[in-house]
């Protein structure tokens, strides 16, 4: 099946700084490209998504790239604030389910 | 709250026993899905139905596990004769079939099998 490669597994970033993380994949067939934010005793929560016709999306402190030919997408949070403190996960699909890297903890130094 | 809802959020059984899960999608959401996920681990897919057909299952959904949608509405996940291996973080989502599979998810239950 899908196998999807995540890194870092965990991240420690000063306040105020960025974090970076980036998923690899091996299937050229997906074409959606999720992230989610997990909190302690939460569900994932979707924080940003791109399509494989787009190669980059931003919203607000939030931005996605994605690199169909080399296959990868990375996910980038500017000016992190102790808040985004979580487990962040990279995710996609060619079809109706998602499969979902291994996850990344981010801890913002405050 | 129109979000997805689980129920109940913590689960604790012996072994051998059969427990039930129950998940309201988002209302109009005709998709439902549900995911386990284990300590340090990203959610796994494990079933998904599309209104009251369940259209998919993955190799992970062994035979004492069961899951229904009977009116395309909330749906339940039996597991029969749990197993301590079954313990997990029980998932649900829902989207909607005409957007590019943007799924929400629930808070989950967590199960532990003693």
């Known amino acids: 099946g899908e196998n999807v490669e995540q890194h870092p597994s965990t991240l420690s970033v000063q306040e105020g700084d960025s974090a970076v993380i980036k998923c690899t994949y091996s299937d050229s067939a997906s074409n959606y490209f999720p992230w989610y934010k997990q909190e302690l005793g939460k569900g994932p929560q979707l924080i940003i998504d791109?399509?494989?016709?787009?190669g980059e999306k931003k919203d607000q402190r939030i931005a996605v790239t994605l690199n169909k030919t080399a296959k990868h997408f990375s996910l980038h949070i500017t000016e992190t604030q102790p808040e985004d403190s979580a487990v962040y996960f990279c995710?996609?699909?060619?079809?109706?389910?998602?499969?979902f890297g291994g996850g990344t903890r981010v801890l913002v130094k405050p | 709250d129109t979000g997805v809802s689980q129920d109940p959020r913590h689960k604790i059984t012996k072994r051998g026993q059969n427990v039930t899960f129950r998940c309201d999608p988002i209302?109009?959401?005709?998709?439902l899905y549900w995911y386990r996920q284990t300590l340090g681990q990203g959610p796994e897919f494990l079933t998904y139905?599309?209104?009251?057909?369940?259209?998919?299952k993955s190799r992970l959904l062994s035979d004492r596990f069961s899951a229904e949608r009977p009116k395309g509405s909330f749906s339940t996940l039996e597991i029969q004769r749990t197993e301590q291996g079954d313990s997990a973080m029980y998932l649900c989502?829902?989207?909607?079939?005409?957007?590019?599979?943007?799924?929400?998810f629930g808070p989950g239950t967590r199960l532990t099998v003693l």
């Open positions: 989502a829902s989207s909607f079939s005409g957007t590019y599979n943007e799924q929400f």
């Open positions: 995710a996609l699909a060619a079809g109706n389910k998602l499969t």
């Open positions: 139905f599309q209104n009251e057909a369940q259209l998919e």
């Open positions: 791109i399509r494989s016709n787009v």
């Open positions: 209302s109009e959401h005709n998709r």
